[in-house]
């Protein structure tokens, strides 16, 4: 029987709960264990994942006393994950236009424009972002609580 693997855009905000034991952090474990089934899930990011991440784990470390030996460890797992990266220069544009229509950063617009790029949907643990798109004709922005329900 031929299986099609899971494929989805996943934001910074879901990588991180790989590292930081919080709400969501189980379902975060669930999805990407996806990528050591066979066949094994197809996960995008735009390239600025890794700096988004960082830049949280930054503020784990300055804000709550993560532990910054901890927060490097964390940087190297999640940049030996198998996801697929895009360069930000090809979402720039699209990622713009998104964000200037809908009041996003831009970061989250390359989520999104790579979501939609791809026909895809993006998941996050960012409800505000899922408000934003809920409904929307074009782009599927899934939370993080419920993408895997239906499976």
Known sequence: MNYSPLM???DASVGIKLCVEEELSNEADTLFAYLTVYP???LY?????????ANVLWKYV??????????????????????RRVP????????LDISLT?????????YVALSERLAIPCV????????????HPVFHVYWLGDFLKSD
Request: proline share 6%.
């Open 8 to 10: 989805a855009v996943v």
């Open 40 to 42: 094994p899930a197809q």
């Open 45 to 53: 990011v735009p390239d600025l994942f890794l700096l988004e991440c």
């Open 62 to 83: 300055r804000r709550v006393g993560y532990p910054p030996d901890k927060a490097r460890e964390d940087l190297v797992n999640l940049s030996q994950l198998t996801l």
């Open 88 to 95: 930000t220069t090809e979402l720039l544009s699209a990622a």
């Open 102 to 110: 809908y009041g996003t950063t831009v970061y989250d617009g390359c």
């Open 124 to 135: 996050t643990a960012d409800k505000k972002l899922v408000n934003i798109f809920a409904n």
